[in-house]
């Protein structure tokens, strides 16, 4: 029986290479995303090649019944999932200073990022419990995709810093509280990479990475956060949880 893991937000960018890196490696793959599959085909399609039976749930992380609705259905054609990773997550629709903007810009960005993703890793979890207990090969592990902007101030975006900070508290609160079950938890901080999500700053970052923000002079790519969560989920980090690893070419160095 193939192992399956649950990648949320994979229809595009991060989320879509991080699929692809696990169907390459033997998972199938279940997705929710907000996106029409038909509208990004080709990006499934390209997990499916891969290796993937592949399950493709439209919904909303923020909407309490999608979430269940996506368990359930994960768990009806699978009957177990090894791995989550969570990484859907949005940015506010509008940039505004924080002493601007709005409540419902707010609470759009909390539902998603923070909202969804501590309730479906909730209904997950429970769910990888009872795997433990009947399949002797399941080894869960969970990866939460946060961001550098759990510790970098961005005023103009303010409700998505502190959205990925409470990510970060999410990787702690159930790292702590799985660790009885043997289910490690890691986050992962993502600095600035190439993805629809930066199109509409890229030139911004295409100056500040050339004047060397990071030592590392280059975009980041989804396939740069692939490679860790395959090694993250690879088994070979079995006494280490809670843990983050920022891929962000060395942007959270602070220099002189």
């Given at each position: 029986?193939?192992?399956?893991?649950?990648?949320?937000?994979?229809?595009?960018?991060?989320?879509?290479?991080?699929?692809?890196?696990?169907?390459?490696?033997?998972?199938?793959?279940?997705?929710?995303?907000?996106?029409?599959?038909?509208?990004?085909?080709?990006?499934?399609?390209?997990?499916?090649?891969?290796?993937?039976?592949?399950?493709?749930?439209?919904?909303?992380?923020?909407?309490?019944?999608?979430?269940?609705?996506?368990?359930?259905?994960?768990?009806?054609?699978?009957?177990?999932?090894?791995?989550?990773?969570?990484?859907?997550?949005?940015?506010?629709?509008?940039?505004?200073?924080?002493?601007?903007?709005?409540?419902?810009?707010?609470?759009?960005?909390?539902?998603?990022?923070?909202?969804?993703?501590?309730?479906?890793?909730?209904?997950?979890?429970?769910?990888?419990?009872?795997?433990?207990?009947?399949?002797?090969?399941?080894?869960?592990?969970?990866?939460?995709?946060?961001?550098?902007?759990?510790?970098?101030?961005?005023?103009?975006?303010?409700?998505?810093?502190?959205?990925?900070?409470?990510?970060?508290?999410?990787?702690?609160?159930?790292?702590?509280?799985?660790?009885?079950?043997?289910?490690?938890?890691?986050?992962?901080?993502?600095?600035?990479?190439?993805?629809?999500?930066?199109?509409?700053?890229?030139?911004?970052?295409?100056?500040?990475?050339?004047?060397?923000?990071?030592?590392?002079?280059?975009?980041?790519?989804?396939?740069?956060?692939?490679?860790?969560?395959?090694?993250?989920?690879?088994?070979?980090?079995?006494?280490?949880?809670?843990d983050v690893i920022n891929v962000d070419g060395g942007l959270h160095i602070q220099r002189l």
């Amino acid at each position: 029986m193939k192992k399956v893991a649950i990648v949320t937000g994979a229809a595009r960018g991060i989320g879509n290479g991080i699929a692809y890196q696990l169907a390459t490696e033997g998972y199938d793959i279940a997705i929710l995303d907000v996106f029409a599959q038909e509208d990004v085909a080709k990006n499934v399609d390209r997990v499916i090649k891969a290796g993937a039976e592949l399950l493709y749930f439209k919904g909303d992380l923020a909407k309490t019944e999608d979430r269940l609705d996506f368990v359930k259905e994960v768990m009806n054609k699978y009957g177990r999932i090894d791995v989550l990773v969570n990484n859907a997550g949005v940015g506010p629709k509008v940039r505004m200073d924080i002493l601007q903007t709005t409540e419902e810009s707010f609470d759009f960005v909390m539902n998603i990022n923070v909202r969804g993703t501590y309730f479906l890793t909730q209904a997950v979890a429970n769910e990888m419990i009872k795997c433990k207990e009947t399949l002797k090969d399941c080894n869960p592990k969970i990866v939460n995709i946060s961001s550098m902007s759990a510790y970098t101030s961005s005023t103009s975006r303010g409700e998505y810093c502190i959205s990925k900070a409470g990510v970060s508290m999410i990787t702690k609160l159930f790292a702590d509280r799985l660790a009885e079950y043997e289910i490690n938890v890691y986050e992962i901080r993502p600095g600035i990479i190439y993805t629809p999500m930066t199109e509409v700053v890229r030139a911004k970052y295409d100056k500040l990475i050339a004047e060397g923000i990071s030592p590392i002079k280059r975009w980041g790519y989804p396939e740069d956060i692939a490679s860790v969560v395959s090694a993250f989920v690879s088994g070979k980090f079995p006494f280490s949880t809670g843990d983050v690893i920022n891929v962000d070419g060395g942007l959270h160095i602070q220099r002189l």
